[in-house]
């Protein structure tokens, strides 16, 4: 007697479905029955007499009633006896445009509601009174339909009314900014004519953002699966037929299932990524002249319903944003390069993320023909208190350390960044402008765990110096210039209170020690295992003076952690010399790669390349002369090896290989007769 069906649940919900407070969980709760939900809702509103204007006196609105309107159970019965039909429709169309925003199925039944009612800016086209608040809402709620489909809801509606309209504020001149860009396609260049200074105008994208993550925010939220919780929630009862439904069924159904079943391809833009490396290709198969089409990552991800993420998508060329357009405008399929028409999977997602550089703005970030079709989310870099949680997380040993590892941090890239552009560093934000990332501060964490010492309590001076050796290692080899180094040095010196006159000299007074023992190499505070016994007759002779020593030193360390180096320096001064140093003397094998502007990818992935004939044939011969020296006389076979001599010469390649298969056969008779002798 507890099962209800689908219907009996839509019946009872639709009346605060449309309250936009509660739009998203519902969503959320019941994301298999959603599009029910809006159609009833679209039935219901249909009965609504008049929802072009309020019937009430409008010094009795209020501005804001989203927390009056919590309490209310049926949405729709409440406004039509309040006599406030344009309210209604301007909630209605906030619910419906998040609805659209979690569930892009949904398009066509919020499409069914407005045959009949008007645009969500009503309020500007009609005489209705605006108030600033009021009005602004309504704007940024026009401008969610443009983004979510802008070749829809740019030719559903006339936008004439924003031509005419002369807000005083500067958030609603902004967003009627941002919607006149949109409609009349005329780029970023409009932004210019809002009268708006750019402090103001990235001040007004800022709180645009924020409405518009509330969608996204919350989407996640009531969308979220962790793994290995219970699925049921008790918002949802279990339904009985009129299709059968349970729990699992909807929870199979979410968009946003955390789990680690979810697949996700990851694609890095740079120029060399073209519409083929997404789109797929003809590729050869085993049998010569034979092609077959490899469907690219784009067409995978789009066929099966993965989730892919374009990793610095403004590097992308022009071809891969044509190809992307049509799935950024909400397209239901996806035409492949060879004219294949595949069914966008409804689990499909598209991420794309930008990289903003120390002295860029993010409003400037990602400003191309496009961005509008992104949801844009920024992405703030952690303060001090986040870094802090961050690194007692990462490293619960360091918890009672981690306020002064934070401030060195903070410390050195202030310097860095004083050193780089001249101005005072707290004049900005230090972490967001800083010289040295997140990466950074977690590689000089691991390597003072990796020391082995103890820190419940109080540091001791060793602590504190190995400590500070650690941090110069990782904060001050960068710099080129010897007083820069010396100065972030010195900082770090006073934060950590080593002897002064280790932070006075580039190297410490005290060589490293470099020795060989049985089962590995020590050097300096490093010390590293063998991978294979050396060969110390092959090891080259290594002058051990003190700049080389720690630069060693420094290497073998990156090596300990399995941190890749980057050696900078002249030509000449020893960097390739260093590692194949430390290579010989570990018994690691090492290969060379002298990279130039001529260097291909195939010379580090490998791949087929044309071979000289001669070349192969000549090694053949070479390699077969050797051996049959060694097992017959040379004197007797001259006339042999003079024949394969002659055909190698003359390029006679059939006649060679002849050659060569009765030399092997007649020497495998000799050890035949050989093995019987000795029986």
Known sequence: GNLVTEEEVVNVLVGIFLNPSYTIPLMGCFRAIARNFVDKAVALLCFVPNLRSNTVDDDAMEVDSDIVLDDVANFVEYHAEQG???????????????????????????????????????????????????????????????????????????WSCFLELQPCKSDLIWCRGQILRVVLKSGSRANESLNIE??????????????????????????????????GNGLQPPF?????????????????????AV????????????????????????????????????????????????????KAPSDVHSILLPLLEGADS?????????????????FSTIAVSEFDSFESAGQDALSVLWRRIIIQPPENKDLQEIVKARYPDLGLHAGKLIETFERVNSISMFQIVGFHPECFSVYCLGRFSLRDLLKWCKRITGLGFCFDGSLSEEQCNYIYTEAVDVFAAFPALFDNRLSIMKEIGNIWKTRVSAAETLYPLDK???????TGLKIGRVFLPYKKEPLHERV?????????????????????????????????????????????????????????????????????????????????????????????????????????????????????????????????????IEQINIE
């Open 540 to 672: 080259i002779p290594f002058v051990a003076i003190r700049s080389s020593l720690f630069v060693l030193e420094r290497i073998a360390c990156s090596v300990k952690h399995n941190e890749p180096v980057l050696l900078v320096g002249e030509t000449g001064t020893g960097k390739t010399t260093l590692v194949q140093n430390l290579a010989l003397r570990l018994g690691q094998k090492l290969t060379v790669l002298n990279m130039s502007q001529q260097s291909d990818v195939a010379d580090l992935l490998g791949g087929f390349k044309p071979v000289d004939e001669q070349f192969v044939y000549s090694n053949l011969c070479r390699e077969f002369m050797a051996l049959f020296a060694r097992t017959f006389s040379k004197k007797k076979n001259k006339t042999i090896r003079g024949y394969l001599e002659k055909f190698l010469c003359n390029k006679n390649w059939e006649k060679l290989l002849r050659g060569i298969q009765q030399g092997v056969e007649k020497a495998q008779q000799h050890i035949s």
């Open 198 to 231: 750019a402090q103001e105008a990235s001040a007004c994208l800022l709180r645009s953002t924020d409405f518009d993550q509330e969608i996204c925010l919350n989407s996640l939220r009531f969308n979220y699966h962790p793994v290995g919780s219970p699925k």
């Open 263 to 314: 697949k996700k391809s990851y694609e890095r833009m740079d120029d060399q990524i073209d519409g083929r490396t997404l789109e797929g290709g003809y590729v050869c198969t085993d049998r010569p002249g034979e092609f077959r089409w490899q469907p690219g990552s784009l067409t995978q991800a789009v066929q099966n319903g993965f989730w892919i993420v374009f990793e610095d998508i403004n």
């Open 84 to 158: 406030r039909g344009l309210d209604l429709h301007e909630h209605v169309c906030l619910a419906f445009c998040r609805a659209l925003e979690m569930s892009s199925f949904s398009l066509s039944s919020v499409l069914s509601y407005f045959k009949f009612a008007p645009a969500p800016f009503e309020r500007f086209s009609g005489k209705q009174v605006m108030v600033e608040p009021h009005g602004l809402r309504v704007a940024r709620i026009s401008y969610r339909f443009l983004l979510l489909k802008p070749e829809i809801f740019s030719k559903l509606w006339d």
């Open 334 to 350: 996806f035409k492949t390069g060879h004219g294949e028409v595949i069914k966008v999977a409804e689990s499909f997602r598209m």
């Open 512 to 518: 490293p020690i470099y020795q060989d023992s049985a």
């Open 240 to 260: 009985r037929s009129k299709r059968l439904t349970t729990r699992d069924d909807i929870s199979a159904s979410y968009t946003f299932i955390l789990t680690s």
